[in-house]
C-alpha cells in the first residue's frame, strides 16, 4: 500500500504522542527524543487509546490501564512476546506518512 499522509510533522513536539484517524483505523505516533514511530492506536489489554496516552522513556503509556508498548518495536515493557502492530513511517515535506497494512 502507498504511504499516506496523516499529521504535519511539526505539530508532534518531542516526547509526545498523538491519535490520527485513518478512515476509521486509529494509531499512535509517537516522538521519542526526535524520532516518529507509528502502532496501532488500540491497546490489546482492554482497546484503550494510545494516542491519547503519554510518553515515558521509549515507551508509550495506555491512558486506561497504563499498560506500556514500546514506540519503536510495538513490544509491552513487562511481556516482550505481546506486541501492539507498528507502522513503517516517512518525514518528507513537512508531513508524517505512514506506510498502512493492506
Known sequence: ?????????????????TEVLVGDTPYAICNVGGKITALSGICPHHGGPLGQGAINGPNVVC????????CATGENDMDPSKKVATCEVKIEDGGIFLNLPA
Open 63 to 70: 491512558p486506561w490501564h497504563a499498560w506500556e508498548w514500546n
Open 1 to 17: 500500500m502507498p504511504f499516506v499522509k496523516v499529521a504535519p510533522a511539526a505539530g508532534l513536539e518531542a516526547d509526545s504522542v
